[in-house]
């Protein structure tokens, strides 16, 4: 059986782990919102019209930030229509997505929802068809305390405090010409700075995102993150990263390692801006916002595009499988091992649009195979993310090259003692033996829980008359060894763990004979 080997020690950290790195996203699309979120006829609606078993399976999924409202819709939005009376509010179209939007659902009734969910909201601004006017105007809506118009319209409409939103988008894929309102870099950097500069003239601690690129491979990838940057660098904080993989072609070995462009990305954004706060002479480092990632089978949704005027219809309601979900995990693992520089990151989106989360309408709500890794990696990345070089057996890739068929990060709680592990094994053939020297921890670690996401068929997938076919299990005493740990000298200590094909894993380690 081939073997994959690393070395643990608590000296060698990369960061903090972010919580806002276990981001999602809420997208005024197809039916993120209406019968995903909220659906007022539904048997387990609150008195808000919020379905409570999504609430539910929301925070399982250990949410922490949830980009708001969209997403391509925010580029043709106008939140004044998602505010006061719902009767009194219009039906619009939504050209991002061909669909008509009702408005029952605005800023009001988001906030409400983040706040039974336990969520931070990022709010994303349109910065497509408007301007600073705007941006200012639902800033003061937001986060005014009282006295001004909008300030008062917002206690009138029954929130008395102000929403405190700390993070905002400054657009959203400006670089796309699928974008409503699309612009140059130029155009766009000049609105961005000018928008952040008046937001920041009210409120000078907000933390506010320049949008990147929609996708590393977009002709204008870097030339745009530059110019953007060189217009915007003194006024925000954040650029943003966005990030869909699939399999192409059926070529699913390049597929399992997506991870490896997603460092290359990161590495690609950060060298950009590095190269900007150079060229400008600062000591500021700018973060990555990675305000939208995962497996989206886009090439599948462009065959099946809706062309009526409906509210809420169904798009691209992914059905994702195990490997998918071992593709979830190692993104997860990448955002993770960049915590220096992405510390914050949203897996578009929370319920029915790519999403770990699925509903019917007035039917049941269950947890994609995505959902697993998610969850477990949200529960257990404590305290500092920790340096990880694991010495791996390769595999041929058709985009990558040669990728290491196990990847791993691994995160140290000074406060519990407690080191987690975050594992893939990425061969479609074998599974692959993992040994992990924990030398450097001073006292004996026992395993406290281990869990892994593998399924004989990696195609197998969870639907709504079977939404348990695929979970994360707990690893079996055959495939894990730590005999060694609870030895009186864990100077010797190792782990042992036997990796299945296509599977991801987690096992955390408690200090403890
Ligand atoms: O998440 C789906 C869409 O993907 C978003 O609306 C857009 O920003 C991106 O292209």
Same mark, same amino acid.
């Given at each position: 059986?081939?073997?994959?080997?690393?070395?643990?020690?608590?000296?060698? $950290?990369?960061?903090?782990?972010? @919580?806002?790195?276990?981001? !999602?996203?809420?997208?005024?699309?197809?039916?993120?919102?209406?019968?995903?979120?909220?659906?007022?006829?539904?048997?387990?609606?609150?008195?808000?019209?919020?379905?409570?078993?999504?609430?539910?399976? #929301?925070?399982?999924?250990?949410?922490?930030?949830?980009?708001?409202?969209?997403?391509?819709?925010?580029?043709?939005?106008?939140?004044?229509?998602?505010?006061?009376?719902?009767?009194?509010?219009?039906?619009?179209?939504?050209?991002?997505? %061909?669909?008509?939007? #009702?408005?029952?659902?605005?800023?009001?009734?988001?906030?409400?929802?983040? +706040?039974?969910?336990?969520?931070?909201?990022?709010?994303?601004?349109?910065?497509? $068809?408007?301007?600073?006017?705007?941006?200012?105007?639902?800033?003061?809506?937001?986060?005014?305390?009282? =006295?001004?118009?909008?300030?008062?319209?917002? =206690?009138?409409?029954?929130?008395?405090?102000?929403?405190?939103?700390?993070?905002?988008?400054?657009?959203?894929?400006?670089?796309?010409?699928?974008?409503?309102?699309?612009?140059?870099?130029?155009?766009?950097?000049?609105?961005?700075?000018?928008?952040?500069?008046?937001?920041?003239?009210?409120?000078?601690?907000?933390?506010?995102?320049?949008?990147?690129?929609?996708?590393?491979?977009?002709? #204008?990838?870097?030339?745009?993150?530059?110019?953007?940057?060189?217009?915007?660098?003194?006024?925000?904080?954040?650029?943003?990263?966005?990030?869909?993989?699939?399999?192409?072609?059926?070529?699913?070995?390049?597929?399992?390692?997506?991870?490896?462009?997603?460092? %290359?990305?990161?590495?690609?954004?950060?060298?950009?801006?590095? !190269?900007?706060?150079?060229?400008?002479?600062?000591?500021?480092?700018?973060?990555?916002?990675?305000?939208?990632?995962?497996?989206?089978?886009?090439?599948?949704?462009?065959?099946?595009?809706?062309?009526?005027?409906?509210?809420?219809? @169904?798009?691209?309601?992914?059905?994702?499988?195990?490997?998918?979900?071992?593709?979830?995990?190692?993104?997860?693992?990448?955002?993770?091992? %960049?915590?220096?520089?992405?510390?914050?990151?949203?897996?578009?989106?929370?319920?029915?649009?790519?999403?770990?989360?699925?509903?019917?309408?007035? +039917?049941?709500?269950?947890?994609?195979?995505?959902?697993?890794?998610?969850?477990?990696?949200?529960?257990?990345?404590?305290?500092?993310?920790? =340096?990880?070089?694991?010495?791996?057996?390769?595999?041929?890739?058709? =985009?990558?090259?040669?990728?290491?068929?196990?990847?791993?990060?691994?995160?140290?709680?000074?406060?519990? +003692?407690?080191?987690?592990?975050?594992?893939?094994?990425?061969?479609?053939?074998?599974?692959?033996?993992? $040994?992990?020297?924990?030398?450097?921890?001073?006292?004996?670690?026992?395993?406290?829980?281990?869990?892994?996401? %593998?399924?004989?068929?990696?195609?197998?997938?969870?639907?709504?008359?079977?939404?348990?076919?695929?979970?994360?299990?707990?690893?079996?005493?055959?495939?894990?060894? !730590?005999?060694?740990?609870?030895?009186?000298?864990?100077?010797?200590?190792?782990?042992?763990?036997?990796?299945?094909?296509?599977?991801?894993?987690?096992?955390?380690?408690?200090? +403890?004979?």
């Amino acid at each position: 059986m081939p073997n994959a080997s690393f070395r643990l020690d608590p000296a060698f $950290t990369i960061a903090p782990v972010s @919580r806002r790195t276990f981001g !999602s996203f809420v997208e005024h699309m197809g039916r993120c919102v209406y019968t995903g979120i909220y659906e007022p006829t539904h048997a387990t609606a609150d008195a808000d019209g919020f379905r409570q078993d999504v609430l539910a399976l #929301t925070r399982e999924l250990g949410v922490s930030t949830v980009r708001y409202p969209g997403g391509n819709f925010v580029s043709g939005y106008r939140w004044e229509d998602g505010i006061g009376p719902v009767a009194d509010r219009p039906v619009r179209r939504d050209l991002a997505w %061909h669909s008509l939007e #009702t408005n029952e659902v605005g800023i009001d009734e988001f906030m409400r929802w983040a +706040g039974k969910a336990g969520v931070e909201v990022m709010y994303a601004l349109n910065l497509g $068809t408007r301007g600073v006017a705007e941006a200012l105007d639902v800033q003061e809506y937001l986060n005014h305390p009282d =006295r001004t118009r909008l300030a008062e319209l917002r =206690r009138s409409h029954g929130a008395d405090k102000p929403y405190g939103i700390s993070m905002f988008c400054l657009g959203n894929e400006l670089d796309g010409p699928w974008q409503t309102g699309h612009k140059t870099a130029y155009e766009y950097g000049r609105l961005a700075a000018e928008t952040a500069r008046a937001m920041r003239a009210a409120e000078p601690d907000l933390e506010l995102v320049a949008c990147g690129s929609s996708s590393s491979s977009m002709p #204008t990838f870097a030339a745009w993150e530059s110019e953007v940057l060189e217009l915007t660098y003194d006024q925000v904080d954040y650029i943003s990263a966005h990030a869909y993989y699939e399999p192409f072609d059926g070529d699913i070995g390049s597929f399992l390692a997506s991870a490896v462009d997603m460092d %290359h990305f990161i590495n690609s954004v950060v060298a950009t801006a590095d !190269s900007i706060g150079a060229k400008l002479k600062s000591r500021k480092r700018l973060k990555i916002s990675f305000d939208e990632w995962n497996v989206w089978y886009q090439t599948r949704f462009q065959a099946t595009r809706e062309t009526e005027w409906q509210v809420a219809p @169904r798009v691209i309601e992914d059905s994702y499988n195990v490997t998918d979900a071992v593709v979830v995990g190692s993104l997860l693992i990448s955002l993770l091992r %960049h915590s220096d520089r992405v510390t914050a990151a949203c897996q578009a989106q929370l319920v029915n649009v790519i999403a770990p989360i699925r509903t019917e309408p007035g +039917g049941p709500a269950w947890r994609q195979t995505i959902f697993h890794p998610f969850a477990i990696t949200s529960r257990l990345a404590k305290g500092a993310v920790l =340096r990880v070089e694991p010495d791996s057996p390769v595999y041929a890739t058709e =985009r990558y090259g040669d990728v290491p068929v196990v990847d791993a990060v691994a995160t140290h709680d000074p406060d519990s +003692g407690d080191v987690t592990i975050f594992a893939v094994n990425r061969s479609q053939d074998s599974a692959t033996d993992l $040994t992990v020297s924990l030398a450097g921890f001073g006292g004996a670690l026992r395993v406290a829980e281990s869990w892994t996401v %593998h399924d004989d068929d990696p195609n197998a997938t969870n639907t709504a008359t079977d939404p348990d076919r695929v979970t994360a299990v707990p690893l079996s005493p055959a495939s894990l060894s !730590s005999a060694s740990l609870s030895s009186a000298s864990v100077a010797d200590g190792e782990l042992r763990v036997s990796l299945a094909p296509v599977s991801w894993t987690a096992i955390r380690l408690t200090p +403890g004979e």
